[in-house]
Each structure stands twice: as C-alpha cells, then as structure tokens.
C-alpha cells in the first residue's frame, strides 16, 4: 500500500507496520530523521527510536532545529538501519507532531533501550528548563528492502 502525503502535512490514518519493520524499531538501531528546513532544505539527525502501536517516537529537546521543522512542517522521513547488517533498512515517510515528554518517560526508556539499565537518569536530573519533547511519527509509507 502506497499514500501520499500531501503537502499541507495532513495523511489519512497510518499504515499498519509489518513485523519485520516492528523487530527492527524494537531492537537498538540507530536511524536518521529528516525534517524540512524553512527554505525547503532537508536537516538530518541521527537519533534513538522508540514505538507506540504503528507510530514511531523519537525524544529530543524543546528548541532544537528538528522540532521547530516539524511544528512549522509535519513532513519526515526516517531512514531505520539494521545494525548488523546496514543493508537492512527501512525508510519510514510519513508526518510528525510534538508533544512534551511529561516526566521524560520516553527519554529515559530510550536511553535504556540503547545505553542500558539506570542510563536514563541523567534525564531526570536535567533542570525544568530544558523540556524535553515526543516527535510522533505516524508513518504514511515504507520503501527499502525490509518492509
């Protein structure tokens, strides 16, 4: 199944993710995400993922460039690698909202996910001001060899 996202960033419900896809969000891999920038430009950053059902999370701090892209343009992509074997990968297209990590849940499970067990509590001992954020991608399409 193929969706369009149109340009105004609104898509239809999200796919439903096959297995293979699931397996690999659910294992420590690292991907890229990429936002447009305000001339159109793309702004990578490679980032840890997390899953909700069919939709991806990623964690990030309040201000940074990729949240402020995806509050003034929903559009993402996100390029998923397997780690041993990089020639296993995914590319997730789909649109995003933000949302802020209330008690950094995500940022803390991420962390643990990908750095191990207690690696999440520099998180919970950041200063109030630096909010962190949820990026919810709701995926619209899948290209790549695992699909």
């Known amino acids: 199944m193929t969706t369009r996202i149109p340009p105004n960033g609104r898509t239809p419900a999200g796919l439903r993710l096959p297995a293979p896809v699931r397996a690999l969000l659910d294992d420590a891999n690292h991907a890229v995400l990429s936002t ?11 980032v840890w993922v997390g899953r909700d059902g069919d939709d991806v999370l990623v964690s990030s701090q309040d201000g940074r460039r990729k949240v402020k892209n995806v ?3 929903a559009r993402v992509s996100l390029l998923l690698l397997d780690r041993r074997d990089p020639e296993r990968y995914t590319e997730i297209r789909g649109t995003a909202t933000v949302a802020e990590d209330v008690d950094r849940a995500l940022a803390v499970a991420l962390a ?13 001992e950041l200063p109030p001001e630096q909010v962190r954020v949820t990026i919810r991608i709701t995926p619209a399409r899948l290209t790549g060899p695992v699909r």
Request: aromatic fraction near 8%; charge should be negative; avoid cysteine.
């Open 36 to 46: 447009l920038q305000p001339d159109g430009s793309p702004q990578t950053s490679v």
């Open 71 to 73: 509050r003034a343009d």
């Open 112 to 124: 643990e996910k990908y750095e191990g067990e207690g690696a999440g509590r520099e998180y919970l």
